[in-house]
């Protein structure tokens, strides 16, 4: 007889998969999880392992157990990735199992997903590039880009404000410059311009502040701000600018002035000194001070003339020279050059000719000088007057006569301006000599010089004529005139384009050269057949 048992199992078919050792992360770190069977299977168990993203690989992805081996633990190891999401830490994911056997009872099994964790390796920062170049005083601009190093999760505005407004501004449409997840690495431009100071400070460096504004990103705006140095070049030089004098002075008390004016401006008062080399004058005022506020007002010094015991051998030369002070050890170093002058002896021969009235003009406007002698001739004295551009402006009387009795009395000259055809406004002298056979004392006087400006009456234009008649789906012909208003410096070109077919046009290129500028030239439109409904006459237009 049998007496039937049954065993109760404390046997339950199961994978066992432990936690993951750590976190994987995006610099490549990895993780382990560790994987058994809780009982030995009738047949070969296979578990696949399978991550739901790209951060992280896994490897092997594919476990077997066997019946001889289905206690031995095997580890998959999981590799982190990196990847472009949004910097916010660690990111997770999962790694799903999968179970296959041909054990019904392990076939079945389905176990839960491990949740892992993928540490961002990447760090919120502003990549700031150096400048393209320095900014200068005369407004020239230099550059640099701005981009950010990671994608942010909100949108990040950086701002850029220079630390030296005197020096550099920051142009208000590179001002602010906002990056949102699609732009973050794509540099932006930020321009400075240079500014103008008016002092020579030679090369002056300083900085352009980029910060991330208020209300970006939050792991953006914690950052610190960053400084792009940059130098403005200057323009302005420390000088004493001494302009020629107005004329000579004379030993009857003539005056003449000197202007006086500073370059660029000082860092502290500037004195300029005024010393003449000689008895022939006197400087009134002897020092002239320059400030901060009044560096580029002209002073002026005005030299009076002295009577001499030199010899009456006309006009004595004399140097006027200046010596410049300051605690502004630019300006201090300053030797500005002497001024010549002469003195006009009052016994002498001299002649004195004054500035030109107004301007001569291409239609023929006059305008006139005087002349006279500074002393009494013992003979005649006849002076030529000459004009050394007559294609600019004619002398309509070409010498005047002083004598003993008339000497004192100014003469005039008139010149009259020349059309040349040009299209141009020129500047010419009109000489003043003494004329063969005059007094001898006069006659070794060095000729002197009137400058005059011809002011242009011509235009640059190119004068098209009407059609001389419209033309003819029959061949009909028209013709316009073409010719230039003014002569030209080289030659030109006038090419005619119909804007369809309804005519050609021939020749289709015309030359003006400056020797045949006015000379008309004829273009001829011939009409052409055309399929345009009948409606009369067909407009078309011809350009040039």
Known sequence: QRVLFVNEDDDISHVNISAASSNTSEAGGKATIEIVLDTKPYDDVTVTATVDSAMAIVAP???????????????????????????????????????????????????????LFNDDNDTSFVIVSEASTNTTEA???????????????AAVTVTAVSEDAAEGTVLAASASLTFTSDSWKTPQTVTVRGADDL??????????????????????????????????????????????ASGNTTEAGGRAAIGVSLDSEPYADVTVNVSVSATMATASPE????????????????LTGADTDFKDTGAHPYNVSWTVASDDSQYDAVVPPETSLF??????????????SANTSETGQEAHFTVVLGTEPLSAVSFDILSDDRSEGAV????????????????????????????????????VTVASGSDPKYLALPAQRVLFVNEDDDISHVNISAA?????????????????????????????????????????????????????????????????????????????
């Open 468 to 544: 001389s008649s419209n033309t003819s789906e029959a061949g009909g012909k028209a013709t316009i005139e073409i010719v230039l208003d003014t002569k030209p410096y080289d030659d030109v070109t006038v090419t005619a384009t119909v804007d369809s077919a309804m005519a050609i046009v021939a020749p289709a290129v015309l030359t003006f050269t400056p020797s045949s500028w006015n000379v008309t030239q004829n273009v001829t439109l011939t009409g052409q057949d055309t399929d345009f409904k009948e409606s009369g006459a067909h407009p078309y237009n011809v350009s040039w």
């Open 199 to 244: 002092l020579d400070d030679h090369a002056v460096d300083y900085n352009v502040s980029v910060s991330v504004a208020t209300g970006s990103d939050s792991q953006y705006v914690a950052l610190e701000s960053q400084q792009v140095h940059l130098t403005n070049e200057d323009d302005d030089t420390s000088d004493v600018t001494v302009d020629a």
């Open 396 to 431: 309509v009387s070409q010498q005047l006569t002083f004598t003993p009795s008339d000497w004192s009395q100014p003469q005039t000259a008139t010149v009259r301006g020349q059309d040349d055809f040009l299209d141009d406004v020129t500047k010419y002298n009109i000489s």
């Open 139 to 153: 407004g020239g601009e230099a550059a640099f880009t701005v981009a950010l190093g990671s994608d942010p999760l």
């Open 287 to 302: 020092a002239l001070t320059f400030t901060a506020g009044s560096w580029n007002v002209t002073q002026s010094v005005t």
């Open 343 to 356: 003195n006009d002896d009052d016994d002498t021969s001299v002649f004195h000719v004054s500035k030109a």
């Open 61 to 115: 992805a594919v476990l077997t157990f066997t019946p001889s081996s289905w206690n031995v633990t095997q580890n998959v190891t999981l590799t982190g990735q990196d990847t472009d999401f949004k910097e916010s830490g660690a990111h997770p994911y999962n790694v799903s199992w999968a179970v296959g056997s041909d054990d019904d009872l392990y076939a079945v099994l389905v176990p839960s997903a491990t949740t």
